[in-house]
């Protein structure tokens, strides 16, 4: 089974920048998407940011123009820059892989998660 190790959650105060890495601890062939989810105590676990195989990226609205999704495919990782961080964003924050197995048939990967916290 692949894992996926998240790095790079912390304390920050508000307007400050984290920068959170996910790599897999092997290589995962046929990646539809990686992406980006945060789930608050008592909320549910939403989507962040996302981004494809074919390069589409797609932010939930309240990150758009803070926060920026990338990867190196060559090391298997996927980033999440994100910069004026605020205590709305505290949350842990869990990657996703989605892996194509077949034909319309996917499986997904996930990281353990790695806390954010912002102070205000």
């Known amino acids: 089974q692949v894992q996926l190790v998240e790095s790079g959650g912390g304390l920050v105060h508000a307007g400050g920048s984290l920068r959170l890495s996910c790599a897999a601890s092997?290589?995962?062939?046929?990646?539809?998407?990686m992406g980006w989810y945060r789930q608050a105590p008592g909320n549910e676990r939403e989507v962040v940011a996302s981004?494809?195989?074919?390069?589409?990226?797609n932010y939930t609205e309240s990150v758009k123009g803070r926060f920026t999704i990338s990867r190196d495919n060559a090391k298997n990782t996927v980033y999440l820059q994100m910069n004026s961080l605020k205590p709305e964003d505290t949350a842990v924050y869990y990657c996703?892989?989605?892996?194509?197995?077949?034909?319309?048939?996917?499986?997904?990967?996930w990281g353990q998660g790695t806390q954010v916290t912002v102070s205000s």
């Open positions: 996703r892989f989605q892996r194509r197995i077949a034909p319309g048939v996917r499986a997904d990967y």
């Open positions: 981004i494809t195989s074919d390069d589409s990226i």
């Open positions: 092997r290589t995962v062939f046929n990646i539809y998407a």
